[in-house]
């Protein structure tokens, strides 16, 4: 991970601490042990290396090498990759800080942040959580009795159902009343995890059945609610903190509207629509809410507030742990927030009152994920070739990830958050854009590209913000990469595979290790020997290139291993190269790609696995039903015999933390080859569907064109992907972030 390049960050929050009196370090922790994984557990190690404390990591099986194992001083297994088996056993944990003596514990976000249990175990063995006392977070965790408890002391809430004692058929009853559109959410849990919209009466049942299914396995508690979907909104948090002598202070409000089915994709504090007074009204009711359940330690209350009467806002619930969100509300206010998560927790006042809360500047954040954004958000999985991060004034990273890892499917798809501070927002913003511009993600695919096309909008950069916009966004059509960059950037990737594919040894280029392209102080021009065509694709475009065109020079940057300078037609350009097998990921103006080598081999196979997806990789085009990601099957709602319509649902799979749907391509009889808790792979057949006899095979669905690679990393044109999905931890409805079984 990266710090700030500037003067506010960990150091300023130190310089802050230290003129409000507060110690250097805080007193009775030496060692804190980390009851998470990922960029949080990174993070959180980060502080307690600052403050001179022994950090402890505990890893599942899956991550023996991962980044926060490596950071921490001692590491403890706990169980194999399963969260269930691992970073949710609170046994487990706990075992684990009492056999490496730790005197504390720090739940980071997700997994067991918000679970009474864990604190209550941790009191039991005389180790310090980091967090409220367990009788706070069974109020607040509980969505039913955290709307109750605050509308008994006049803060606004949401019009719906939160009754425990109702079935579904008296959930649809309450639902007419409630009228559509409206929201089902878990009771127990949040993080947009198990939430579902729906328009009409029609869509209530399964939508029901896809939220008990997921509340009961994220949550341990099947117990849903009923809210009014306000359809325009925006979502405001504010951070609040508190000690454990009645101190309570609010940190400023974080602009979270930017959301992708309920996940929250860029966040900035301050909001562009919350002027002083509203600030004042906002932080009085988070403050209000905290202390009516003895809060202790840092947490959130969010609000959904009207984006066209803003002075209006309603309670939705308070998040009483770490946002993943917190760096901007640290850059903006110096205060590093894990520092006094375990200064309040051993004890220590708070020395700051709020009129000692100032905010400087503005900061913008953006979640990098691994997911397809060309193919409906699928998320990915497979080996970090190379994790660039990027530099500057104003810019911090805080990443799980480094070149060499491997994105399993096991976990949470979020891999780093890049954070920028500006003096306003328009500063801010523009970082950003550059921060992302400069970041390289090879090998996996990446939301890298699509977070830049959102900073890019006008409604984005005007603040003119709401949690529908990205789907609103998503329905514009976008410009994929113009047909001038393709042919530039295929003619880089020839160079780039005739080097792979045909190594000669050039004394120009010292131990650099073999290859003809760069051997000249002026790059690889045409020669002899060396004159090559190379068959790529990008997209659904095929190339035949001469990878000697003299117009096309590569040259190579040195002591940069991959960084390379293009000179096309009089203009140069840095690019970033690495080749793998028979495809090559290119860094090129701030853009991704991916291009694939088509030997007459690498395209007969290519069509033979499209054939074989196509039949329905996403549960569409034919009779068999494949599933486009790895995974876990969690439901099977159908039974071999069955006869199913075009676009029923079949199964579920859940991968990364999200539920996809698979649905039928074709009308038919169905044999499934699956049961619920089955692993598959990519591309494996969930279920066949047979068409009635009398049905005319020449109507099936022609067979999918051969496959070419991956297409290159564009924005997409449409909300609707080939699935459905349930979005991962600290995620937002129109709405909200609560934690959620698993998370990096």
Same mark, same amino acid.
């Given at each position: 991970?990266?710090?700030?390049?500037?003067?506010?960050?960990?150091?300023?929050?130190?310089?802050?601490?230290?003129?409000?009196?507060?110690?250097?370090?805080?007193?009775?922790?030496?060692?804190?042990?980390?009851?998470?994984?990922?960029?949080?557990?990174?993070?959180?190690?980060?502080?307690?290396?600052?403050?001179?404390?022994?950090?402890?990591?505990?890893?599942?099986?899956?991550?023996?090498?991962?980044?926060?194992?490596?950071?921490?001083?001692?590491?403890?297994?706990?169980?194999?990759?399963?969260?269930?088996?691992?970073?949710?056993?609170?046994?487990?944990?706990?075992?684990?800080?009492?056999?490496?003596?730790?005197?504390?514990?720090?739940?980071?976000?997700?997994?067991?942040?918000?679970?009474?249990?864990?604190?209550?175990?941790?009191?039991?063995?005389?180790?310090?959580?980091?967090?409220?006392?367990?009788?706070?977070?069974?109020?607040?965790?509980?969505?039913?009795?955290?709307?109750?408890?605050?509308?008994?002391?006049?803060?606004?809430?949401?019009?719906?159902?939160?009754?425990?004692?109702?079935?579904?058929?008296?959930?649809?009853?309450?639902?007419?009343?409630?009228?559509?559109?409206?929201?089902?959410?878990?009771?127990?849990?949040?993080?947009?995890?198990?939430?579902?919209?729906?328009?009409?009466?029609?869509?209530?049942?399964?939508?029901? &059945?896809? @939220?008990?299914? !997921? #509340? =009961? +396995?994220?949550?341990?508690?099947?117990?849903?609610?009923? *809210?009014? $979907? /306000?359809?325009?909104?925006?979502?405001?948090?504010?951070?609040?903190?508190?000690?454990?002598?009645?101190?309570?202070?609010?940190?400023?409000?974080?602009?979270?509207?930017?959301?992708?089915?309920?996940?929250?994709?860029?966040?900035?504090?301050?909001?562009?629509?919350?002027?002083?007074?509203?600030?004042?009204?906002?932080? &009085?009711? @988070?403050?209000? !809410? #905290? =202390? +009516?359940?003895?809060?202790?330690?840092?947490?959130?209350? *969010?609000? $959904? /507030?009207?984006?066209?009467?803003?002075?209006?806002?309603?309670?939705?619930?308070?998040?009483?742990?770490?946002?993943?969100?917190?760096?901007?509300?640290?850059?903006?206010?110096?205060?590093?927030?894990?520092?006094?998560?375990?200064?309040?927790?051993?004890?220590?006042?708070?020395?700051?009152?709020?009129?000692?809360?100032?905010?400087?500047?503005?900061?913008?954040? =953006?979640?990098?994920?691994?997911?397809?954004?060309?193919?409906?958000?699928?998320?990915?999985?497979?080996?970090?070739?190379?994790?660039?991060?990027?530099?500057?004034?104003?810019?911090?990273?805080?990443?799980?990830?480094?070149?060499?890892?491997?994105?399993?499917?096991?976990?949470?798809?979020?891999?780093?958050?890049?954070?920028?501070?500006?003096?306003?927002?328009?500063?801010?913003?523009?970082?950003?854009?550059?921060?992302?511009?400069?970041?390289?993600?090879?090998?996996?695919?990446?939301?890298?590209?699509?977070?830049?096309?959102?900073?890019?909008?006008?409604?984005?950069?005007?603040?003119?913000?709401?949690?529908?916009?990205?789907?609103?966004?998503?329905?514009?059509?976008?410009?994929?990469?113009?047909?001038?960059?393709?042919?530039?950037?295929?003619?880089?990737?020839?160079?780039?595979?005739?080097?792979?594919?045909?190594?000669?040894?050039?004394?120009?280029?010292?131990?650099?290790?073999?290859?003809?392209?760069?051997?000249?102080?002026?790059?690889?021009?045409?020669?002899?020997?060396?004159?090559?065509?190379?068959?790529?694709?990008?997209?659904?475009?095929?190339?035949?290139?001469?990878?000697?065109?003299?117009?096309?020079?590569?040259?190579?940057?040195?002591?940069?291993?991959?960084?390379?300078?293009?000179?096309?037609?009089?203009?140069?350009?840095?690019?970033?190269?690495?080749?793998?097998?028979?495809?090559?990921?290119?860094?090129?103006?701030?853009?991704?790609?991916?291009?694939?080598?088509?030997?007459?081999?690498?395209?007969?196979?290519?069509?033979?696995?499209?054939?074989?997806?196509?039949?329905?990789?996403?549960?569409?085009?034919?009779?068999?039903?494949?599933?486009?990601?790895?995974?876990?099957?969690?439901?099977?709602?159908?039974?071999?015999?069955?006869?199913?319509?075009?676009?029923?649902?079949?199964?579920?799979?859940?991968?990364?933390?999200?539920?996809?749907?698979?649905?039928?391509?074709?009308?038919?009889?169905?044999?499934?080859?699956?049961?619920?808790?089955?692993?598959?792979?990519?591309?494996?057949?969930?279920?066949?569907?047979?068409?009635?006899?009398?049905?005319?095979?020449?109507?099936?669905?022609?067979?999918?064109?051969?496959?070419?690679?991956?297409?290159?990393?564009?924005?997409?044109?449409?909300?609707?992907?080939?699935?459905?999905?349930?979005?991962?931890?600290?995620?937002?409805?129109?709405?909200?972030?609560?934690?959620?079984?698993?998370?990096?």
């Amino acid at each position: 991970m990266s710090e700030p390049q500037n003067t506010t960050g960990t150091a300023a929050a130190a310089g802050a601490a230290a003129a409000a009196g507060a110690p250097e370090v805080p007193a009775g922790f030496s060692t804190v042990l980390v009851a998470n994984r990922g960029e949080i557990a990174c993070r959180i190690i980060r502080t307690l290396h600052r403050l001179g404390m022994t950090a402890v990591a505990v890893y599942s099986d899956a991550d023996r090498t991962a980044q926060h194992v490596l950071a921490a001083d001692v590491a403890v297994r706990i169980g194999p990759a399963p969260a269930t088996a691992s970073y949710l056993d609170v046994d487990a944990i706990v075992a684990a800080a009492v056999s490496v003596g730790a005197d504390a514990v720090h739940p980071g976000y997700g997994f067991l942040s918000e679970n009474p249990a864990l604190a209550t175990a941790c009191a039991a063995a005389g180790i310090v959580f980091i967090g409220p006392e367990a009788a706070a977070m069974a109020v607040m965790g509980d969505k039913i009795r955290a709307k109750e408890h605050v509308a008994a002391r006049g803060v606004p809430v949401i019009d719906g159902v939160a009754d425990p004692a109702l079935d579904d058929a008296a959930l649809a009853l309450a639902a007419e009343r409630i009228g559509f559109p409206l929201m089902v959410k878990p009771a127990g849990g949040g993080g947009g995890k198990g939430m579902q919209v729906v328009t009409a009466a029609a869509e209530l049942p399964a939508a029901l &059945a896809s @939220a008990h299914r !997921v #509340a =009961a +396995s994220a949550f341990g508690d099947p117990t849903l609610l009923l *809210e009014r $979907l /306000v359809e325009v909104p925006r979502h405001i948090e504010v951070q609040v903190l508190a000690d454990r002598h009645g101190a309570v202070v609010h940190l400023g409000e974080r602009e979270c509207s930017l959301q992708r089915r309920h996940q929250k994709v860029i966040e900035e504090s301050p909001s562009p629509i919350v002027d002083e007074a509203l600030r004042r009204r906002l932080g &009085a009711a @988070a403050c209000d !809410v #905290a =202390a +009516s359940v003895g809060y202790v330690g840092v947490g959130t209350v *969010e609000f $959904l /507030v009207s984006g066209d009467r803003p002075d209006e806002f309603a309670f939705l619930e308070m998040n009483t742990r770490l946002q993943v969100e917190h760096p901007v509300t640290e850059l903006v206010t110096g205060l590093d927030l894990v520092e006094w998560q375990l200064r309040v927790a051993a004890g220590e006042r708070l020395p700051l009152v709020q009129d000692d809360i100032l905010l400087r500047g503005h900061a913008m954040e =953006a979640r990098l994920y691994a997911e397809d954004p060309g193919a409906g958000f699928l998320p990915q999985a497979g080996p970090v070739l190379r994790f660039d991060m990027p530099t500057g004034d104003g810019v911090r990273v805080d990443a799980g990830i480094a070149t060499g890892d491997v994105v399993g499917t096991d976990y949470d798809p979020m891999l780093a958050k890049i954070i920028t501070l500006g003096a306003d927002r328009a500063e801010s913003l523009t970082r950003l854009d550059r921060a992302l511009a400069d970041t390289v993600l090879f090998g996996v695919r990446s939301n890298l590209w699509f977070l830049r096309s959102l900073l890019a909008d006008g409604d984005v950069r005007a603040g003119r913000l709401d949690t529908g916009l990205i789907a609103r966004v998503l329905r514009t059509p976008t410009d994929a990469t113009d047909a001038d960059m393709q042919e530039l950037v295929a003619s880089v990737a020839a160079i780039a595979f005739l080097r792979s594919d045909h190594p000669v040894t050039s004394p120009e280029r010292g131990s650099d290790g073999p290859g003809p392209l760069w051997g000249t102080p002026s790059g690889w021009r045409t020669g002899g020997r060396h004159r090559a065509q190379v068959r790529v694709s990008i997209g659904d475009r095929v190339f035949d290139v001469d990878a000697a065109d003299p117009s096309v020079v590569l040259r190579r940057v040195p002591g940069s291993p991959g960084r390379y300078l293009v000179d096309h037609r009089g203009r140069t350009t840095p690019v970033t190269v690495e080749v793998d097998g028979r495809s090559a990921w290119i860094s090129f103006a701030g853009r991704i790609h991916v291009v694939g080598h088509l030997t007459l081999a690498s395209r007969v196979a290519a069509a033979d696995a499209m054939r074989a997806l196509g039949d329905g990789a996403d549960g569409t085009g034919g009779p068999e039903v494949r599933s486009p990601m790895p995974g876990t099957v969690t439901a099977v709602l159908v039974a071999s015999g069955d006869t199913v319509d075009a676009g029923a649902t079949i199964a579920t799979v859940e991968a990364m933390k999200m539920e996809h749907r698979l649905t039928a391509g074709i009308g038919g009889t169905v044999t499934m080859h699956v049961s619920p808790g089955t692993a598959i792979g990519q591309g494996q057949s969930v279920a066949t569907i047979a068409a009635p006899s009398s049905e005319d095979p020449s109507a099936l669905p022609p067979a999918l064109p051969p496959a070419l690679p991956p297409t290159t990393e564009t924005p997409p044109t449409t909300e609707t992907p080939p699935t459905t999905e349930t979005p991962p931890a600290d995620s937002d409805p129109h709405s909200t972030a609560r934690p959620t079984g698993v998370h990096p």
